[in-house]
């Protein structure tokens, strides 16, 4: 009788949480940002996370929708949305949105491994404060099987750029700082079609802030931590009548953890943007610099193995709106020189430019149609033997279209394809189709398939480093996945099953001298990726995301699985602001060689960060002192074979903002 | 205000004394006077120095943790009795008493006068702590040849 009488309470408390956890946050929830039928989706926290996280007032308008009412016979009441265009165009692809306050805040080191920290089907190595280049480096994003080293299967998208090298056909991981950044949004399964070569895993679309009300904000972060770490970033935001303007500098300064990881980081980036009713001018420029070392396996140290890399991104982004058309013009070149220890020179550049038409036809129809076309080239050279390297670059030009459907209410439909011609590989047809229906309010199910290509790099092809093949032939993949989840007001829930298969996969064997790189056969990934959040159970939020996927034979930093978890709680008390987080990383199953071979420990490491703000509203003054512990535990683990990571190491820092 | 600038300086401490806890290591050459070793190398730290018989590095502060200690090892004995084999060395033979007996005629393509420094690390594995302080002696019976020797090409 006993035991039935507490069965029963316990299922009541279950029930009455249940209800409490699925019901609307209550009056401290921030209202999400409005939207056209069926915009701002993605798996799990996207769009949330913008919303528990507002910018305060940074995002600027860049472009205004217009309904109208579609009833015939009643007056026409013209609704116009100001707001930015959601940073997705494809709302049945599986994302997770990130807000730039977010990665700010974060205390892990560099922006991609935040970003991980999001995702568990993100997988980003580390070694230390920075990423660095060349061998030794870290940094390599996976995302669903597909990336790493080379880390050329991910695209980084910047407002609209793409981001890599020319001659190695990668981001530089170091070169992403968080003070500009508005939102971020990782695309799961790639999306080559509206992004073109290299988005064959994924796509990470940057977008930077703009200020949205007249007048200027400045916000200095100054930091100070373990093994003699500095850091200072200042950036500024502006609107004065048509014009608007953003500027950052950030500088990193460390001594490392070891012999070899000391380097400094340098950025400056500035943008101005003329902004009219109907269209729109910004230019944008952002200079890295970077000076760092392999410090070499711990076993072997290098730390004389030294990299200076200056990088430099332009583009010019021109858009116009009419009253059913957005239209986009961004020409744009990424330039930079690289030197290494051992006489190693190269110079690249990838140059180019697309036009994009966002047309909405009807209510229920918008249709995207743009034209892309790109000319990477490099020169590499030894300044100590002043021996050239042959290589060649090429150029690609495609024509792509995408088709957004809202056949019914609750269900939207995109197709799309991607006509790519490549000066060296010819043509390819790419191609990706979606669904997602939208049950009932908050409950959905999606699914979606896309063909992924990427062409080989100048170094894969020409350079010996550890060696080349220019008989190369481009990688494909074909990405599905299909899942759903559950958004109320405190309770988040998403999984997503996916199946990644690639063709001619580009992979190194052996080392030198006797390495080769070779396309290798069909390989398929099955995986499974899920998230639970609960947000604000009163001043605490939690969030935690799992994956897991059947690597295969190609084990060579690709994990089986990986789980990330966020315990955040926070309280306001009028001007002042005490919060905190604990946040952790587990990773499973890395080895350092293929045929699961040279397995390293899974990874664990947790850090925590607490901090204060103090609200000056009368002087416009904002101070947010702040304290990372980063891996508190003082966990001895590496991403990276014989690559140790830091222990337990501190950042004090104080961000000012007027 | 005594106490403001202890607690000033225990923070400051706190926040830049995660490497200044690390272990200090010293490695000392213990093989035998013939043999030189050359850039040993243990936990992050490497000794770009050449160490004789007897002869003892800095001490560095290197990574806690375990790890072999590794280096490149020159045996001069061997290289010697290599040349005089291989008449490179006028003047030295093989043995006393034969004076006069000339070397054998080995194809020049096949001789070596570079003298060749192999990569060793010892079979023992020692482990560090923060604050430790460890002196570790290479001896002949306690080394192997290393083969994790990472290749020279990268990028």
Known sequence: ?658 | MLRRKLIWMFILIVIVGCDLAYPEVAVVNKTNKYILLKNVSFKGCIWNTVLAYGEATSPQQCLPGEDKVHFQKFDAEEYCQEQVKDGTINGLCQCEGSEGITAPVIDAGLINVNPTWFNYQTISIKHVGYGDFKVYEITLDDIEQDFSTPGPYGH
């Open chain 1, 1 to 658: 009788m006993g035991i039935k009488r507490s069965g029963w309470i316990i299922a009541g408390i279950a029930l009455g949480l249940l209800i409490w956890i699925s019901g609307p946050a209550g009056a401290e929830e921030v209202p999400a940002p409005a939207v056209p039928p069926a915009e701002g989706q993605g798996s799990g926290f996207a769009g949330v996370k913008s919303a528990e996280y507002p910018e305060g007032g940074t995002a600027a308008p860049t472009g205004k929708i217009i309904e109208k009412n579609p009833d015939v016979g009643e007056p026409s009441i013209e609704v116009e949305i100001l707001g930015r265009k959601p940073i997705s165009k494809d709302k049945t692809e599986d994302s997770t949105q990130v807000s730039g306050q977010k990665l700010r805040d974060s205390p892990r080191p560099s922006t991609l491994e935040a970003l991980s920290q999001e995702a568990a089907d993100v997988y980003v190595s580390g070694r230390g404060a920075m990423h660095g280049v060349s061998s030794g480096a870290s940094g390599g994003i996976h995302i669903r099987g597909f990336g790493g080293s080379p880390n050329s299967q991910v695209l980084m998208v910047e407002d609209g750029v793409p981001d890599y090298q020319g001659i190695f056909g990668h981001p530089i991981p170091d070169a992403y700082v968080p003070f500009l950044i508005d939102e971020v949004l990782v695309i799961k399964g790639g999306d080559s079609v509206l992004y073109g070569t290299n988005a064959m895993g994924g796509a990470i679309l940057i977008r930077n802030r703009w200020r949205e009300r007249e007048g200027y904000e400045f916000l200095d972060d100054s930091a100070f931590g373990s093994y003699s770490t500095l850091r200072e970033s200042l950036s500024m935001l502006g609107r004065s009548g048509p014009w608007d303007t953003a500027a950052a500098f950030t500088a990193l300064s460390t001594q490392g953890h070891r012999k070899g990881m000391d380097g400094d980081e340098t950025i400056g980036e500035a943008a101005v943007q003329y902004r009219r009713p109907d269209y729109l001018l910004a230019i944008r420029d952002k200079l890295v610099h970077l000076d760092g070392a392999d410090p070499g396996p711990a076993t072997h140290p290098t730390p004389d193995h030294r990299f200076d890399v200056w990088r430099n991104n332009a583009s010019i982004n021109i858009t116009k709106d009419t009253e059913s058309v957005h239209l986009t013009a961004i020409p744009y070149i990424n330039f930079g020189v690289h030197r290494l220890y051992d006489g190693f020179y190269s110079r690249d550049y990838v140059g180019g430019g697309k036009a994009e038409a966002d047309w909405k036809i009807r209510r229920s129809v918008e249709a995207l149609i743009g034209l892309a076309t790109e000319q990477v080239e490099g020169k590499v050279k030894n300044r100590i033997s002043d021996e050239k390297s042959p290589v060649k670059g090429s150029n690609n030009t495609s024509l792509y279209h995408q088709l957004s459907l809202w056949p019914v209410g609750p269900i939207t439909l995109v197709l799309g394809a991607r006509e790519f011609w490549s000066s060296k590989y010819g043509f390819a047809f790419l191609y990706k189709a979606g669904g997602r229906w939208e049950i009932t309010d908050g409950l959905f199910l999606r699914a979606r398939v896309a063909r992924n290509f990427r062409q080989p790099t100048i170094r894969e092809l020409y350079l010996p480093f550890p060696t080349a093949n220019p008989a190369l032939k481009p990688e494909f993949s074909r990405n599905w996945d299909f899942g759903g989840g559950w958004e109320s007001g405190r309770l988040e829930i998403s999984c997503m099953g996916y199946v990644s298969e690639a063709d001619n996969l580009i992979k190194y064997f052996g080392v030198w001298p006797s390495a080769e790189v070779v396309n290798i056969d069909h390989i398929t990934i099955p995986g499974v990726e899920a998230s639970v959040g609960l947000k604000r159970l009163g001043p605490v939020s939690l969030f935690i995301t799992g994956d897991w996927q059947d690597i295969g034979r190609y084990t060579r930093q690709n994990p089986d699985g990986k789980l990330d978890f966020t315990l955040e709680a926070g309280k306001d008390f009028s001007e002042h602001f005490l919060g905190g987080s604990l946040s952790g990383e587990w990773v499973h199953g890395l080895y350092m060689a293929d045929y699961s071979r040279q397995p390293i420990n899974d990874v664990f490491t947790m850090d925590l960060a607490f901090r204060y703000r103090y609200d000056l509203r009368e002087r416009g003054l904002t101070l947010e002192p702040y304290l990372f512990l980063r891996n508190f535990l003082d966990r001895k683990y590496a991403y990276i074979k014989d690559y140790p990571m830091p222990g337990f190491n501190i950042l004090i820092g104080l961000k000012m903002e007027i």
